[in-house]
């Protein structure tokens, strides 16, 4: 996430740093602007959370901005907004977060629930990705570049996930379901993040 710049009396430019993230017992990142999600349910019992899933979404598509995200993960999107929206808007799908075009970070469902992001998926052979993973969707499409804030808060969100839970593998909507999906696509640049978390990701592709 890009800090801002604020100007001192003195009139120099200081860079103010971003909001140091956490996750507490009940899998709330406070940092991160909170819209709950009815759209979520309780994980299966003592089943660890091992993988964080990263996906790519912009509504309407290709389009960037807006509240409409929101609206689906909320339950409250209407089709006649826009002519994708009526293929969509019965949808009952959330994710745990959103990474915006501009790195602010929003939280729809706790990490201690299972959110509905994954849909029919396996990961190292083990299916109902929902179960253990995390869903992180990027503003964004499959070919047009992420911009450095999502890159830094993803990175940022990726390192107090990983000091919570048992996280192994980070990898993309199309590596659990190769088949359906193709989100964060080929402008999502793995070894960029790879680099920023200093581990090796997807090792189960």
């Given at each position: 996430m890009k800090s801002p710049a604020i100007v001192t009396a003195a009139g120099r430019n200081v860079r103010?740093?971003?909001?140091?993230?956490?996750?507490?017992?009940?899998?709330?990142?406070r940092a991160a602007v909170q819209v709950a999600s009815p759209?979520?349910?309780d994980r299966p019992h003592h089943t660890p959370i091992t993988l964080a899933v990263v996906h790519g979404i912009s509504l309407p598509p290709g389009e960037f901005g807006g509240d409409a995200i929101e609206r689906l993960f909320t339950n409250r999107l209407d089709a006649a907004a826009h002519?994708?929206?009526a293929s969509i808007a019965t949808l009952r799908v959330s994710s745990h977060f959103l990474v915006r075009r501009d790195g602010a970070l929003v939280q729809f469902v706790p990490c201690a629930r299972r959110a509905w992001h994954a849909g029919p998926s396996a990961w190292r052979g083990v299916p109902r990705c929902n179960d253990y993973s995390i869903g992180i969707e990027l503003e964004g499409t499959?070919?047009?570049?992420?911009?450095?804030?999502?890159?830094?808060?993803?990175?940022?969100?990726?390192?107090v996930l990983m000091r919570r839970y048992p996280i192994a593998d980070v990898a993309g909507h199309s590596d659990i379901a190769p088949s359906r999906k193709t989100d964060p696509g080929p402008a999502f640049d793995w070894r960029r993040l790879e680099r920023a978390l200093r581990r090796p990701l997807r090792s189960g592709k």
């Open positions: 103010r740093r971003p909001s140091p993230l956490a996750v507490d017992a009940a899998g709330y990142v759209n979520c349910d002519p994708y929206f499959d070919t047009d570049a992420y911009e450095d804030p999502q890159y830094a808060t993803l990175a940022r969100l990726c390192r």
